[in-house]
């Protein structure tokens, strides 16, 4: 575990201001609204809400949602997984396809020693060579321990999973022959249909995921097998699967803080009033006639979705972050009455996509009362950084 910085430390109880730049700054008390809020949405539509730690990658993060009522999390990766179960966490789903034998080995250990903490391990698969593999990893972990594994079908995504309906019925049923696998269900998850501009593509794009996964739970279950559990979403869908009556339980990872890249897109007018909590403090270093440069390079957000977005700034005073390269931001005044800030100037940036931003941290910097006047709270570390196996 990767000992905290003295100079992060000495933040703590600090103001804002002491902060240092660049740093990935999480406004506590609005992550905590948006906690919250998911709360009250999923408990409104009694469905479980498994929040998508790929997103924070962040134990003590984790065992908060937890707190809040998360059902666990989920993870894309072996290695976060491990990660996460080595901070606590105890409930894990890896929502992914592992091939690997050797990855596979480290599932089945895995799998085992949340067992024996009274905890659960979860696998998607969408190859019968995949559960070959998968049960043979488990005989020979020689535990009892099992591991819940989904079916993953795609619904849109384009990316793995078979196609809905026939092509799942035999994956289903192999794995409900395998004695150290237990069917847990269907994993449908629509990943392209998050970021759809509008709320009625949105809408659309997720009424055709849900006849897809209720006619493929159907066709499992004409063969006798109970399908216990549809599981996927996101959070710019949920609104739709939540009111589905198919899907039991949410994914949704990024409501937590949120991006530019969700805040462009239409909002649906049944979500919750989710707040950005993820922003990256930056600091003028140098000013021109036509620009000003800040310390916040490409190094320091992700850019994959767009670039970040300048916050707290009045209308009249609004600022276009450009790109300045790896280590350097350019910032334009927009409008006729915007002026560039002076040197020194501190900023706030909100990032274009968290996910791939904060695997850019060790840790994250949590702040207590706004970012003009808070305190450092606490510092947070992102147990995954970096997990990629």
């Known amino acids: 575990m990767k000992p ?45 809400w498994r929040p998508h730690a790929k997103m924070h990658k962040s134990a ?14 989920c993870v894309q990766k072996v290695s976060e997984a491990e990660a996460l179960a080595a901070g606590g966490v105890q409930d894990i789903t890896i929502t992914n396809q592992v091939i690997a034998m050797p990855k596979l080995h480290r599932v089945a250990r895995l799998a085992a020693q949340l067992a024996a903490r009274g ?9 019968p060579e995949g559960i070959e593999r998968l049960a043979e990893a488990m005989a020979q972990q020689g535990s009892d321990a099992g591991i819940d594994v989904l079916v993953e079908i795609d619904v849109g995504q384009g990316r793995c999973g078979v196609p809905p309906g026939e092509a799942a019925v035999p994956l289903a049923l192999a794995v409900s022959r395998s004695p150290r696998l237990r069917f847990a269900g269907l994993q449908a998850y ?10 009625l593509g949105r809408k659309e794009a997720i009424a055709q995921v849900v006849r897809a996964a209720n006619h ?8 006798g097998l109970t399908v216990p559990l549809i599981t996927g ?19 949704a990872g990024s409501f937590l803080f949120m991006d530019a890249d969700y805040a462009r897109n239409e909002r649906e007018p049944a979500q919750p009033a989710f707040e950005h909590a993820l922003f990256i403090k930056t600091q003028v270093i140098s000013v021109h006639d036509t620009h000003a440069v800040c310390d916040a390079g490409h190094k320091s957000h992700a850019i994959d979705s767009g670039l970040p977005r300048v916050a707290l700034l009045p209308p009249d005073r609004a600022l276009r972050y450009a790109n300045g390269g790896d280590e350097h931001g350019l910032l334009h005044a927009e409008g006729p009455e915007a002026r560039l800030p002076g040197l020194g100037r501190m900023l706030w940036l909100i990032p274009g996509h968290c996910d791939p931003t904060v695997n850019l941290y060790d840790f994250l910097i949590g702040v ?8 450092v709270e606490r510092i947070i570390r992102v147990d995954a950084r970096g997990a990629l196996t």
């Open 4 to 48: 905290i910085p003295e100079a992060l430390q000495f933040t703590v109880g600090q103001r804002v201001d002491h902060i240092d730049t660049p740093a990935a700054v999480v406004d506590l008390d609005a992550m905590e609204r948006n906690i919250q809020r998911m709360a009250d949405f999923a408990r409104k539509h009694h469905v479980r």
């Open 119 to 127: 905890g659960r391990l979860g696998l998607a698969v969408d190859h």
């Open 60 to 73: 003590e993060l984790a065992l908060q949602l937890q707190h809040a009522g998360a059902q666990g999390v």
């Open 233 to 251: 979403s996101g959070t710019g869908t949920l609104v739709h699967e939540a009111a589905s009556g198919v899907f039991g339980e949410l994914q």
């Open 216 to 223: 493929t739970r159907q066709l499992i279950e004409a063969e």
């Open 190 to 199: 629509h990943g392209r249909a998050q970021h759809l501009a509008s709320s």
């Open 368 to 375: 207590r009362g706004g970012l003009t006047g808070g305190v």
